[in-house]
């Protein structure tokens, strides 16, 4: 009798463990592949909607949720990484990333004030120059 118990505690403890391993693993919301260049020009595609959606649009909400998911997603999986980290690319873009998303955690949904745009939109275009020299 404490032998199938010992078991059964042991092998749901197994499963379980698994459950979160996959859940961990497939919640990707996000979009990010872990291919550098296409997480690049996705998230510079995510950030210049957002950037150019107007006050007054629909789906402005889930727009910025995602573009606030793949900054999150973007700097925690490149950062440490020696072969992007390293990259003008990956500079430029953390330099955009820090700047809109302190703007999102400072002033939330308001609009984007005229000289953080313009400068979000120069260093994101400096960013896809780089990723697509491969710098």
Not at 20 to 40: H, K, P, R
């Amino acid at each position: 009798m404490m032998f199938i118990k010992s078991t059964l505690s042991r092998l749901l403890a197994l499963v379980l463990v698994a459950v979160i391993a996959l859940v961990g693993c497939a919640n990707n919301s996000s979009g990010l592949t872990g291919n550098y260049t296409q997480d690049t020009l996705a998230v510079i595609e995510t950030l210049t909607k957002a950037i150019d959606l107007p006050d007054d649009a629909a789906d402005k909400t889930d727009v910025q949720t995602l573009a606030r998911e793949q900054i999150n997603d973007y700097i925690s999986r490149y950062r440490r990484q020696s072969n992007s980290g390293g990259l003008r690319s990956f500079t430029t873009m953390q330099t955009a990333l820090n700047a809109l998303a302190g703007y999102y955690t400072a002033y939330g949904s308001r609009p984007l004030p005229e000289k953080l745009k313009k400068r979000l939109e120069q260093e994101l275009k400096q960013a896809k120059i780089a990723v697509d020299r491969g710098l």
